[in-house]
């Protein structure tokens, strides 16, 4: 049998195979469900190659598909590079009360892979500040990432708002909020309640603070390195004190 003969062959063949129209439909939905079951290891992903210049991100793993060029992103390996000693900071308000400055900041530490990578992490975070009274036990820290939001007001020490350690951040949806509220003033002061700062989802565009006198005022939002929620800020008049807080929009 001749090439020609082979060829005329395949040719009868293919006339006879019928192909139908593919299920985009059912192919698309089901793409869509495989995205929001992973989504939040590719927002970390993603979050890892921006912040590398010249990083190539890869298409592999596609039938046919060859990239010789390739770049594989690892996870990074070193505490350093998993703020494990050094969390990410990130200020999330400002301003002055009866002229004295006061600011508001969020850390975010990487967790800690062992004991002794915990152990420096706990040093550091008192060296950076943190009350003894909102840090673990050493051995708590292991495979959990900590978060803190604290305010200086004037020369004296942070002071802690929020605080919490995750094994795995569990991001909020709709019109949930957390929050907390503290006087705006020195460490030891027990005057009225008129910090708020707390947390929202990422879809919230308005968060709205009541005050004990009636008004209200909307919070501040900011974005955190290293948190996948927003974050949020507000300050209540002199002589009134938190009320409640929500998402307006």
């Not at 003969?5 to 593919?22: M, N, Q, S």
């Not at 400002?94 to 706990?122: F, I, M, N, Y």
């Not at 950076?128 to 050493?138: F, T």
């Not at 910090?195 to 008004?215: D, E, F, P």
């Amino acid at each position: 049998m001749t090439h020609t003969d082979i060829a005329f062959l395949l040719a009868d063949a293919a006339d006879e195979v019928e192909i139908g129209i593919a299920p985009v439909e059912a192919v698309v939905r089901g793409g869509r469900r495989r995205r929001a079951r992973r989504w939040a290891v590719a927002t970390a992903t993603a979050l890892v190659l921006a912040g590398s210049t010249g990083a190539t991100l890869a298409v592999t793993g596609l039938p046919g598909h060859t990239d010789r060029n390739a770049v594989v992103v690892a996870k990074p390996s070193t505490p350093e590079a998993r703020h494990v000693y050094a969390p990410q900071i990130t200020e999330v308000a400002h301003g002055t009360d009866h002229g004295t400055s006061w600011r508001v900041v969020v850390s975010v530490w990487g967790a800690p892979r062992d004991k002794a990578e915990a152990a420096g992490q706990l040093a550091a975070m008192r060296r950076y500040g943190l009350e003894r009274a909102v840090l673990p036990d050493g051995r708590h820290l292991v495979g959990m990432t900590s978060y803190y939001s604290g305010l200086y007001y004037g020369d004296h020490p942070l002071r802690t708002a929020m605080f919490n350690r995750v094994e795995k951040w569990e991001p909020l949806s709709g019109t949930d909020l957390m929050s907390a509220a503290l006087p705006l003033g020195e460490a030891a002061s027990d005057g009225p309640e008129r910090l708020v700062v707390g947390t929202v989802s990422t879809t919230a565009r308005q968060v709205r603070c009541g005050w004990k006198n009636g008004t209200s005022t909307m919070a501040e939002l900011r974005a955190v390195a290293g948190s996948p929620v927003t974050w949020f800020v507000c300050t209540a008049p002199d002589r009134t004190s938190y009320e409640n807080a929500e998402v307006v929009r």
